[in-house]
């Protein structure tokens, strides 16, 4: 019988560590029954992920994550079910264009603040193999002595409201919703807790988000104890969404994070799998 679906992961396409082939077989070895990749603003890792899901008999269905334009915390919509050969596909180049202009933006910043590196020895530094993002800059400030940590690297430079943090997301999360429902997929607040929204602001904002399109809230995360975990889950049922899991694994770049982990239980995706189902038949 299938019990997890751990549907939150990122490959080496974006800031993950490990590649598409290393990640099916991981999450093959952690006991996972069925998979999504939802690498930052990319579907590029999919097709390889699937030919070793299918080698290995996992389950595996197409995702991304996209971030929205937000305020106070962060905002990551992930999208599932999508064709990956639809309208997202080509959308998805300006995303990547938002992200190339804004890591030089980052730089210059750390060069201002007496750390200078060019973006050759971050890539160096990090062995990135696919889109550069925070994370390998924050490895390079620890790598070149600046910082004593990827952590303080991040809290001291690199986190929303830092003295080199530069905003990167372009597109409102109507856009972002509806991007992902064109392409006949569904979309799912990641990490809510993020959002940084308490109480009669959180559910203000939930109930816009559904009102806008919003199918479902991710749950079962690293960041959500159980208690925020049930707050989560209460509103999804208030407001008609589904919920999903997934353990949002980076590989080393999250050293703390391992596959599956959480254990997201496989009836989210069964649930999931119904309502892609009638967005595949809408568009
Ligand atoms: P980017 O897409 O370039 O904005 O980078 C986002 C990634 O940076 C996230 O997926 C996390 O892996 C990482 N990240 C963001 N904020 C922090 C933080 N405060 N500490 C450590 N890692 C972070
Ligand atoms: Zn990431
Ligand atoms: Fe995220
Ligand atoms: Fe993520």
Redesign the pocket.
């Known amino acids: 019988m299938k019990t997890v679906a751990d549907l ?1 992961m990122h490959t080496n396409h974006s800031d993950g560590t490990l590649n598409p082939t290393e990640l099916a077989r991981l999450a093959k070895a952690q006991g996972v029954d069925a998979v999504a990749l939802t690498d ?1 603003d990319t579907v590029t890792g999919i097709e390889e992920l699937v030919e070793e899901t299918n080698r290995l008999g996992l389950e595996a269905i197409p995702g991304v ?1 996209l ?1 929205a334009k937000f305020f106070p915390g ?1 905002l ?1 919509i ?1 999208g599932y079910g999508f064709d990956s050969r639809g309208p997202i596909r080509e959308k998805l180049v300006e995303f990547q264009k938002a992200r190339e202009e804004r890591n030089p933006k980052i730089l210059e910043r750390l060069k201002e603040l007496g750390m200078p590196m060019t973006l050759e020895e971050v890539s160096e530094i990090s062995k990135a193999r696919g889109q550069i993002g925070r994370p390998h800059i924050a490895e390079a400030l620890a790598a070149k002595g600046y910082v004593k940590s990827y952590e303080e690297a991040f809290n001291r430079y690199l986190t929303k409201g830092a003295s080199a943090y530069v905003p990167k997301a372009n597109w409102s999360a109507q856009e972002c919703i509806d991007l992902i429902h064109e392409s006949g997929g569904v979309a799912v607040v ?2 809510p807790v ?1 959002m940084k929204l308490q109480g009669l602001d959180l559910r203000k904002k939930v109930s816009e988000l559904a009102e806008i399109g919003l199918d479902g809230l991710e749950v079962v995360h690293p960041d959500h104890n159980s208690e925020v975990q049930e707050l989560f889950n209460g509103l999804a049922g208030e407001f008609g969404l589904l919920t999903t899991g997934g353990s ?1 694994f980076h590989g080393d770049h999250k050293p703390g994070i391992q596959l599956g982990q959480g254990r997201p239980p496989y009836v989210f995706l069964e649930k999931l799998r119904e309502r892609i189902k009638r967005q595949r038949k809408a568009y």
Do not use: I, P, R, V
């Open positions: 939150h930052h994550e971030s962060t990551h992930l990641a990490h993020q949002d």
